[in-house]
């Protein structure tokens, strides 16, 4: 019994080494690309990230852009905002301030339009991403 822990323990203190010594620069950028091509579903699918619709727009706001998609007015928001890197950590960011008020929805007259947050493709793409990862450094036996 003794042997197996020792054994296992190795295994793991290989793949600590393997993991030490490996770059994640490339395992971030891909989880940063996953996570900004989930932003970008919102605008194209005009839904949350757990995929419920958008509210769609007032008859009174539809006569005034005449045809622009839901928070895309000048385009300005969706540019500005998104996912961007910080050291080891992804995050979110929203700009101008009416991309926070529809996130949120906490302001009255402002419906809830989650826009960050992490869609079911994100989540297995981020997932299939870690297995290939784990699997170009696997341990031989």
């Known amino acids: 019994m003794k042997f197996t822990t020792t054994v296992k ?3 793991l203190q290989a793949l600590a080494d393997k993991l030490k010594d490996r770059e994640l620069t490339e395992l971030r ?3 940063l690309d996953i996570m900004n091509e989930s932003y ?3 605008f194209e699918t005009d839904t949350d ?3 419920r619709p958008w509210q769609v727009l007032s008859p009174a706001t539809l006569a005034q852009k005449d045809g622009v ?3 895309e007015d000048s385009g300005l928001g969706r540019r ?3 996912y961007r890197l910080e050291g080891d950590r992804i995050v979110g960011e929203l700009s101008p301030e009416y991309m926070v008020k529809h996130q949120t ?9 989650k826009i960050l947050g992490m869609d079911d493709r994100a989540e297995y793409e981020i997932d299939q991403a870690l297995k290939d990862y784990f699997t170009s450094i696997r341990i031989s036996r």
């Open 69 to 71: 998609e839901i928070l």
């Open 29 to 31: 950028q891909d989880f």
């Open 40 to 42: 970008n579903r919102r």
């Open 49 to 51: 990230p757990e995929g």
């Open 80 to 82: 500005e905002s998104g």
């Open 9 to 11: 323990v190795n295994k």
């Open 105 to 113: 929805g906490e302001e009255e007259n402002v419906p809830q339009r």
